[in-house]
């Protein structure tokens, strides 16, 4: 992979001509304490931050609050954005912004994780997936991670050996057709049927449309897989996931997963059973008390800890931040498992505040 400096020069893996180099991403994806003084080096406003907090006990780095995306450009010094992914914007407030210097970090994280969910949970090789998308085509929502996401996994999945051509793996069906079931299933049992043999189905969509699906006693081949992400949108209360994806699977009959991700990050985390999440091994997750920034939601993660809000340390955000605190209530089940639980009420959003103010 090569990765390109402020000027657009650029440098391969491991000559050493950047900061920004290959060999400097490994070296700081093996150790996250190395990836912690490395980022308070080189990007500014996670500097401003820790600085700020002054706060960092043994095991528990500071996390910056994903709110500070919505205000401040976090992306290291001397580089230049080669693309961005925006946040849907549904709450009210400025959409987030993050600005990746080397997309090719966020494409890598995107088809190792996959690969882990797919091979360790489903038992099923990564590339013999047949992705069928419910959400905008990346053309008509550009800076949609999600989007980008889905069309990556759809490209990764290769070439025909047999006719010898590079095609995309996957479907994308219009979103609109959520507002007619029976259009929206024709279409979709019509992308199905015509899957080549040794792929499997693989749906992705927001909840309500699999919920207004099964409300209408629709059912799917059983060798489907679906994986409902994205939120309600307004469309109602969001679902507890473990009821849901039962439900669903009962309905529909065939199995039911949920992806976890944001603009701000560069991984994502998926169920490995109905309604628990985990993120692929080499993300560190913490829980912080809501109430208490800096302190853990408990000793370790046990059942009976408390919940409280979810921070990662995500190593493939090298190029912005990769500690993490979002906006996620969650209930840790171990040391790599959880449930989300819902959004936290109140944040401690005065730091990120000043950041804005001390920008304009």
Known sequence: MKLVDGNGNGHMAGTGGSVWSRQAFERCFAEWERLYWWQQSYVPVFREWVLRRGRRTKSLPVFLPIEVFRYRVVLGEGLVPRSVFRSSGTTGRPPARHFRAFPELYRESVWR?????????????????????????????????????????????????????????????????????????????EAIAVIPGGYRPLVWGPPFVFIALAERGKSLPSETCIIETGGMKGRGPEPDRRTLHRWLARRLGCSVHSEFGMCELSVQAYTVEAGVFAFPPWVH????????????????????????????????????????????????????????????????????????????
């Not at 996959?114 to 590339?127: E, H, I, N």
């Not at 996957?170 to 029976?182: F, N, Q, Y």
């Open 285 to 360: 997750i913490q829980v912080e008390d809501p109430q208490v920034p800096g302190k853990l939601a408990g000793h370790r993660m046990r059942r009976h800890v408390r919940p409280g809000r979810l921070c990662l340390i995500d190593p493939y955000n090298f190029e912005t931040c990769a500690f993490l605190a979002t906006e996620d209530l969650v209930q840790p089940l171990n040391a790599t498992c959880f449930q989300v639980i819902g959004r936290l009420e109140t944040c401690d959003l005065r730091g990120c505040h000043l950041l804005w103010t001390e920008a304009h």
């Open 113 to 189: 994780g996959f690969t882990w969910w797919s091979q360790t949970v489903m038992g099923w090789s990564s590339d013999r997936w047949w992705h069928i998308s419910l959400f905008p085509a990346p053309a008509i929502r550009q800076h949609s991670s999600l989007n980008t996401m889905i069309a990556w996994l759809m490209e990764k999945t290769l070439s025909d050996a047999t006719q010898q051509l590079v095609l995309p793996r996957g479907t994308w069906i219009a979103p609109e057709l959520s507002k007619d079931v029976a259009r929206l299933y024709t279409a979709l049992m």
